[in-house]
């Protein structure tokens, strides 16, 4: 792979954040006369109309509404030796393509991906619900981890990640994950010996206001997909699966902490080592909540693993 390789940006969209998307790719253009790279964005609705501004960007219309169907799209439309993944709401640092080009001429190896750092908006970071899912390990794991150091396959976490295209290509993101929990992390599970370095100096903004109600959300999210997960990684299986799954009609009672865990979410972000066994509480109520409605029986008698659409 020669020092100026090509960089295919991978970015699944949808129409609500199109205004959001807008940031990205401005972003992008200021990095568009120094780095040799494409812009491929998958939507599952006619691109916004000043999509016609950006170039560098191709856009690709695919029939199913998830993120893995439009990230193998991508992966299939691109031209360049690495692959960036981004999210649509996930705004680059003017020099973010130049480090992971960088850092896969450092690190040669087919195998090597890069995740790069995703950073909560700064009025999101100054409350107690900001400090939780910073250290909680609710959606990223960044504070565990230093610059350069190797993590856990789990955490391909496809908001802003890069690696070879060939090597990517070994894999396919399952649109089966028909809630957004678990399905970039399945990914890295599924190719063969990752070796992911969390690679902090590549840094980008995630431009969302995270919400106590955004939380629940993802709580009940990872209830739906998780037996859908172990079906596809059962080595992933822990004994605290069993405890919850026999428990999860009694857990489910703790979504009553909600209340009292959106009040305390807005508040400072020292008190967020104090609140973190609340907000843990609640999340596992509605976590439980999930797991029950996924392993709901049908009407036909069989499981129903996707019993409602795709979240966006």
């Given at each position: 792979?020669?020092w100026?390789?090509?960089?295919?940006?991978?970015?699944?969209a949808?129409?609500?954040?199109?205004?959001?998307?807008?940031?990205?790719?401005?972003?992008?253009?200021?990095?568009?006369?120094?780095?040799?790279?494409?812009?491929?964005?998958?939507?599952?609705?006619?691109p916004?109309?000043?999509?016609?501004?950006?170039?560098?960007?191709?856009?690709?219309?695919?029939?199913h509404?998830?993120?893995?169907?439009?990230?193998?799209?991508?992966?299939?439309?691109?031209?360049?030796?690495?692959?960036?993944?981004?999210?649509?709401?996930?705004?680059?640092?003017?020099d973010?393509?130049?480090?992971?080009?960088?850092?896969?001429?450092?690190?040669?190896?087919e195998?090597?991906?890069?995740l790069?750092?995703?950073?909560?908006?700064?009025?999101?970071?100054?409350?107690a619900?900001?400090?939780?899912v910073?250290?909680?390990?609710?959606h990223f794991?960044?504070?565990?981890?230093?610059?350069g150091?190797?993590?856990?396959?789990?955490?391909f976490?496809?908001?802003?990640?890069?690696?070879?295209?060939?090597?990517?290509l070994?894999?396919?993101?399952?649109?089966?994950?028909?809630?957004?929990?678990y399905?970039?992390?399945?990914?890295?599970?599924?190719?063969?010996?990752?070796?992911?370095?969390?690679?902090?100096?590549?840094?980008?903004?995630?431009?969302?206001?995270?919400?106590?109600?955004?939380?629940?959300?993802?709580?009940?999210?990872?209830?739906?997909?998780?037996p859908?997960?172990?079906?596809?990684n059962?080595?992933r299986?822990?004994?605290?699966?069993?405890?919850?799954?026999?428990w999860?009609?009694?857990?489910?009672?703790l979504?009553h902490?909600?209340a009292?865990?959106?009040?305390?979410?807005?508040?400072?972000?020292l008190?967020?080592?104090?609140?973190?066994?609340?907000?843990?509480?609640?999340f596992?109520?509605?976590?439980?909540?999930?797991?029950?409605?996924?392993?709901?029986?049908?009407?036909?008698?069989r499981?129903?693993?996707?019993?409602?659409?795709?979240q966006?």
């Open positions: 792979m020669g100026r390789a090509k960089v295919s940006v991978v970015i699944p949808y129409a609500p954040r199109y205004p959001v998307l807008r940031e990205v790719l401005e972003a992008l253009a200021v990095q568009q006369d120094a780095e040799p790279f494409e812009v491929l964005v998958g939507v599952d609705q006619p916004p109309p000043w999509a016609s501004r950006y170039a560098f960007a191709r856009f690709f219309q695919v029939d509404p998830s993120p893995a169907a439009k990230r193998n799209r991508g992966m299939e439309e691109a031209t360049g030796e690495i692959i960036l993944f981004l999210d649509d709401d996930v705004v680059p640092a003017p973010v393509i130049r480090l992971h080009r960088e850092g896969h001429e450092r690190h040669p190896e195998n090597v991906l890069l790069g750092e995703v950073i909560w908006p700064e009025k999101v970071r100054r409350t619900l900001g400090w939780w910073e250290w909680g390990h609710v794991d960044y504070r565990r981890w230093k610059d150091q190797k993590v856990p396959p789990y955490a976490y496809a908001a802003h990640i890069s690696g070879k295209l060939s090597y990517l070994s894999a396919r993101f399952d649109p089966g994950y028909t809630w957004l929990a399905e970039d992390s399945d990914f890295g599970l599924h190719l063969p010996e990752p070796r992911i370095l969390f690679w902090a100096r590549a840094r980008a903004d995630h431009r969302k206001d995270l919400t106590w109600d955004d939380i629940v959300l993802q709580a009940r999210a990872m209830g739906r997909m998780r859908y997960f172990l079906t596809r059962p080595r299986r822990r004994r605290v699966e069993g405890l919850i799954t026999r999860r009609h009694v857990l489910r009672g979504r902490l909600d009292l865990a959106r009040r305390c979410a807005t508040h400072p972000r008190l967020g080592l104090l609140y973190a066994p609340l907000f843990r509480l609640a596992l109520g509605h976590f439980a909540d999930g797991l029950r409605l996924a392993l709901r029986p049908s009407p036909s008698g499981q129903a693993v996707y019993p409602v659409p795709q966006t």
